[in-house]
């Protein structure tokens, strides 16, 4: 038509048109290092390193990019298949640990977007924290303050939790009594020591290793029991004479844990919170109908479901407290990168080891603060 301009025209043969019709596939996604078993067993013979997809936070959840998680005794029981809760294989291990949340999932309030670039303790009930990224609930995610190192947020939660909430929630030990306690030269049993200096009550000691005996007296230990030495009830007895224990805590299980029960005074309680011995408690039945002794489980996972979100930030406050004045923090001993992890896990079992085995993925931009950090 006069005075419109000439429309061109593109002729494609149908080969050349379909390559223009059709979109680029999507990347995949980006793979990052994780610790893996897809069957139970030993820990050194199943954990392994793989290649796996980086995740993607859902609704109400973040990614992390992990800098470091400890290996706790739970860790190993699910690697066994003997811990009370088992996830789906193939699976990672890991409840707690420390890194930057890097990614926000869809969904979240304005509260829950301010972790964004935090650091943050990584509470992963699920596991799967032995990886270079995890995904976990944003309410999950915990941030701790700048003061504290990355060694104090990786093992925040798991012990010093554990051991406020049986002592002071649980039991509710009066200053002046006795607690009796097994596997007391374990990082957690050190920090009923030591927390037992700070709020007056007292404690027998059970270990396995004769030489453990002068170290933790010199932690601030009021008693210490050799196994080995004779049976632990009677060892009690001999120590105590006619004075009560009236609180005890068992993670051992076994012959250990039914010695423990039968030191108890007539209204004494026992709270088992492990199974390090895979053998059942044998507990006499007349134990239990003469007198009040009490036998009791507690499970942390449990218990902190039961408070409510002011309850948990004041635990993890005191926490914080406790962990700056050396009460309630772990000593680290020995890291490693994930493709050594069978190394790591045989160390974590090793009885008299110097400490807590770490798990180290990512780098930290965290510069750990000196003894004269201040105290906010």
């Avoid at 049986?166 to 990082?187: C, D, F, I, N």
């Avoid at 932690?219 to 009690?236: E, N, T």
């Amino acid at each position: 038509m006069i005075g419109q301009p000439a429309r061109r025209f593109l002729l494609l043969d149908p080969i050349q048109a379909r390559f223009l019709d059709t979109q680029p596939p999507p990347l995949p996604p980006m793979p990052m290092k994780a610790i893996v078993f897809d069957r139970f067993g030993e820990p050194a013979d199943v954990l392994t390193v793989r290649d796996v997809p980086i995740p993607e936070p859902g609704p109400g959840q973040v990614r992390i990019r992990m800098i470091a998680s400890p290996i706790n005794p739970s860790d190993l029981l699910v690697t066994r298949g003997r811990y009370g809760v088992l996830p789906t294989l193939p699976a990672t291990p890991g409840f707690e640990g420390v890194g930057i949340v890097e990614k926000l999932g869809p969904g979240l309030n304005p509260l829950g977007r301010l972790v964004l670039g935090k650091r943050v303790a990584v509470i992963n009930g699920d596991g799967g924290n032995w990886a270079e990224y995890v995904v976990i609930p944003s309410r999950q995610a915990r941030p701790v303050p700048a003061d504290l190192s990355d060694d104090d947020a990786a093992t925040i939660f798991v012990n010093p939790a554990t051991v406020l909430a049986m002592v002071r929630h649980t039991l509710r030990v009066p200053r002046g009594s006795w607690v009796l306690q097994s596997a007391a030269g374990s990082e957690l049993g050190r920090m009923i020591i030591r927390l037992a200096r700070h709020d007056g009550f007292r404690t027998l000691n059970v270990v396995r290793r004769p030489e453990a005996r002068d170290e933790l007296l010199a932690l601030g230990a009021d008693r210490v029991i050799c196994s080995s030495d004779g049976p632990i009830d009677q060892q009690v007895h001999a120590f105590l004479g006619s004075e009560p224990v009236r609180y005890a805590l068992d993670p051992v299980g076994g012959e250990t844990g039914s010695q423990l029960f039968r030191a108890l005074a007539p209204d004494g309680r026992l709270l088992v919170y492990g199974s390090l011995s895979n053998q059942p408690l044998q507990i006499e039945s007349r134990a239990l109908i003469a007198g009040n002794r009490v036998l009791q489980g507690f499970w942390l996972g449990h218990w902190m479901r039961s408070r409510n979100i002011p309850q948990s930030l004041s635990l993890f406050a005191e926490i914080a407290r406790l962990i700056r004045a050396g009460i309630l923090r772990t000593r680290v001993g020995s890291r490693f990168p994930l493709d050594r992890i069978a190394e790591a896990a045989r160390l974590a079992e090793t009885s008299g080891r110097p400490g807590k085995v770490l798990l180290t993925m990512n780098p930290s931009p965290h510069v750990n603060p000196s003894p004269t950090s201040p105290i906010f």
